[in-house]
Every structure is written in structure tokens, then in C-alpha cells.
């Protein structure tokens, strides 16, 4: 196959988080390869598949990333990333999008979008309840250590600082 007659390549996540049943459970993993493996293209060309062991992104298991074709990508098309890619109606989207050429060729199917992710994707923060609760507390204990250290008495002869700047705070001890 000359390198101009190169179909769209996918690139499978297989690791410590996608493919397995502990972190995606009810997803038939093997099978989602197998199926995946079996894509062909317009011109019938079987769409070779590469597993990964790790693409960086676990928060977004199971990740497929689908390679342009050569003509694709003479067109402009780059690679796309897609995240949470568990379900199998999702298979037959994608390979929809492959027959019709893939990236650079073929408008992404709409069922694909939500799915949409990169590889310097950043995780999402955690609910902002929590964070409010941890931060209220530190400052809590914060202010009760400020306040300790004002009640505190400085050595004799010696200069209280205050704050991380060692600015002066208090008078020196007679």
C-alpha cells in the first residue's frame, strides 16, 4: 500500500484505566476492540488499529483517537480525540465517519461530539462544596493559630516577626 493510498488508523487506549472492567464496568472491552479492529473504510480497506497502553487522559476512559488518512490529512485533517467511548452504538457512528472519509474528509457525526477531547485535556475539579468546607476550616485554624501567637510573649531580647515578608509586629522586650 503506498503511503497516498493510506486509510484512517485509530489508536486504542488500553491501560491502567481504559479497558478494564474496575474503572468502566458493564463495557464489553475485548469486544469494543474486536469491533473496532474490524472497521474498513470506502474503499475496503481493513482500518489498522493500535493499542496503547496509556494516553494520558484516564478521566476520559476509554479513549480512541482516529488518525486521518493520507488524503485526510492532505486536507487539512488532524487527528481527533474522542473520551468516554463505552458505548457500542458509538462504533457504528465512527465507522459511519470513517466510510465517509474521517478527518479532514467528513463532517464529525453529531453522536461523536459530546465525546470530543485532546490529549492536554485537564481533568475537571471537584465539586466546589468541598473545597468551600476544606477552605473555611483551614482558615479557621488559620486564624487561631494568628491569634495564639499574638497572645504569645516574645523571648527577652528578642524580635517578634510577623507574617512569611519578617516584617516586625511587636516591640522588643524590656
Same mark, same amino acid.
Not at 479492529?37 to 487522559?57: F, K, N, Q
Not at 486521518?68 to 492532505?74: K, L, M, N, V
Given at each position: 500500500?503506498?503511503?497516498?493510498?493510506? %486509510? @484512517?488508523?485509530? *489508536? *486504542?487506549?488500553?491501560? @491502567? @484505566?481504559?479497558?478494564?472492567? /474496575?474503572?468502566? +464496568?458493564?463495557?464489553?472491552?475485548?469486544?469494543?476492540?474486536?469491533? =473496532?479492529?474490524?472497521?474498513?473504510?470506502?474503499?475496503?480497506?481493513?482500518? +489498522?488499529?493500535?493499542?496503547?497502553? @496509556?494516553?494520558?487522559?484516564?478521566?476520559?476512559?476509554?479513549? *480512541?483517537? *482516529?488518525? %486521518?488518512?493520507?488524503?485526510?490529512?492532505?486536507?487539512?485533517?488532524?487527528?481527533?480525540?474522542?473520551?468516554?467511548?463505552?458505548?457500542?452504538?458509538?462504533?457504528?457512528?465512527?465507522?459511519?465517519?470513517?466510510?465517509?472519509?474521517?478527518?479532514?474528509?467528513?463532517?464529525?457525526?453529531?453522536? =461523536?461530539?459530546?465525546?470530543?477531547?485532546? /490529549?492536554?485535556?485537564?481533568?475537571?475539579?471537584?465539586?466546589?462544596?468541598? /473545597?468551600?468546607?476544606?477552605?473555611?476550616?483551614?482558615?479557621?485554624?488559620?486564624?487561631?493559630?494568628?491569634?495564639?501567637?499574638?497572645?504569645?510573649? %516574645?523571648?527577652?531580647?528578642?524580635?517578634?516577626?510577623?507574617?512569611?515578608?519578617?516584617?516586625?509586629?511587636?516591640?522588643?522586650?524590656?
Amino acid at each position: 500500500m503506498a503511503s497516498g493510498e493510506q %486509510p @484512517c488508523r485509530l *489508536v *486504542v487506549c488500553r491501560g @491502567c @484505566c481504559c479497558g478494564t472492567r /474496575k474503572k468502566r +464496568p458493564g463495557v464489553d472491552h475485548k469486544g469494543q476492540l474486536a469491533r =473496532l479492529g474490524a472497521l474498513r473504510d470506502h474503499e475496503d480497506r481493513a482500518v +489498522p488499529v493500535r493499542v496503547s497502553t @496509556c494516553l494520558g487522559i484516564c478521566f476520559r476512559a476509554n479513549v *480512541v483517537v *482516529v488518525q %486521518p488518512s493520507a488524503r485526510g490529512r492532505a486536507a487539512g485533517g488532524r487527528p481527533v480525540w474522542l473520551g468516554d467511548f463505552t458505548e457500542d452504538r458509538l462504533i457504528g457512528e465512527l465507522d459511519d465517519w470513517i466510510f465517509a472519509g474521517g478527518p479532514g474528509l467528513a463532517a464529525l457525526p453529531p453522536a =461523536l461530539r459530546p465525546h470530543l477531547t485532546g /490529549k492536554d485535556a485537564k481533568k475537571p475539579k471537584k465539586d466546589g462544596k468541598r /473545597k468551600a468546607k476544606k477552605s473555611k476550616k483551614n482558615g479557621k485554624r488559620k486564624a487561631e493559630e494568628t491569634r495564639s501567637r499574638a497572645t504569645e510573649k %516574645p523571648e527577652k531580647g528578642k524580635k517578634r516577626k510577623k507574617g512569611k515578608k519578617g516584617k516586625r509586629a511587636g516591640k522588643t522586650a524590656a
